[in-house]
């Protein structure tokens, strides 16, 4: 059974930095492309950031340049590392296969709130 656990969310400050993780079980890691999702309050979750097998990057065109997701294969995790954060990042962040159609099952997510 496919599990991910996403970590790292809190409560930060417009322009702070906050790196989330993402470990996977039932599955070789390296052999997927993965992806952060997040869904704010309202709105449809979306996918921000994905990885592929091979390591190429790519992005939400907005968070290009403040985002930054990383993969280590050894421990099956991927990383989200998010700086100069503003307040329309916040949101629950989740991570699970990045493909052409929204995945059906999710872990619980990780809460980022940015706020002053």
């Known amino acids: 059974q496919v599990q991910f656990v996403e970590s790292g969310g809190g409560l930060v400050q417009p322009g702070g930095s906050l790196r989330l993780s993402c470990a996977a079980s039932?599955?070789?890691?390296?052999?997927?492309?993965i992806g952060w999702y997040r869904q704010a309050p309202g709105k449809q979750r979306e996918l921000v950031a994905a990885?592929?097998?091979?390591?190429?990057?790519s992005y939400l065109g907005s968070l290009k340049g403040r985002y930054t997701i990383s993969s280590d294969n050894a421990e099956n995790t991927v990383y989200l590392q998010m700086n100069s954060l503003k307040p329309e990042d916040t949101a629950v962040y989740f991570c699970?296969?990045?493909?052409?159609?929204?995945?059906?099952?999710w872990g619980q997510g990780t809460q980022v709130t940015v706020s002053s």
């Open positions: 699970n296969f990045a493909t052409a159609t929204m995945p059906t099952y």
């Open positions: 039932g599955i070789i890691f390296s052999n997927y492309a």
């Open positions: 990885i592929t097998s091979r390591g190429s990057t």
